[in-house]
């Protein structure tokens, strides 16, 4: 279920970079933040078709997104709300995909 809402969200950023960017409140979006919505977009995609839900790898490259994300956050107040609501969906992909795959486990 983890990777039917990561892809959804990876197709959505990918096909709606300026939507995407508009909704965390950026209204003049650059060819470089479209190009990385886009980016992130297909890594989502892929991390969904690639990764099993029971891999530690998945909530690993989601947790370190987020770390970075705060960074970007903290360095760059123009890029602070896109890079809090992403580091807030990474977060929560991390955390659905360690429940999920734990719940696998027992």
């Known amino acids: 279920m983890v990777a039917v809402a990561r892809a959804a969200s990876g197709a959505l950023l990918l ?3 300026r939507r995407s960017l508009r909704l965390c409140g ?21 991390q969904a078709l690639l990764l099993d839900e ?5 909530a690993a490259a989601d947790v370190l997104h987020a ?7 903290a ?14 969906m990474a977060t929560g992909f ?5 429940s999920s795959s734990s719940a696998r486990r027992s």
């Open 94 to 98: 991390a955390a659905a995909q360690r």
């Open 75 to 88: 360095k760059d107040p123009r890029a602070r709300t896109p890079a809090l609501v992403s580091a807030a």
């Open 26 to 46: 950026v209204d003049r979006s650059t060819r470089l933040a479209r190009g990385a919505v886009r980016a992130l977009g297909a890594r989502q995609i892929a």
């Open 67 to 73: 770390a970075s994300m705060l960074g970007l956050a």
């Open 15 to 17: 096909l709606f970079p």
């Open 54 to 58: 029971r891999s530690r790898v998945g």
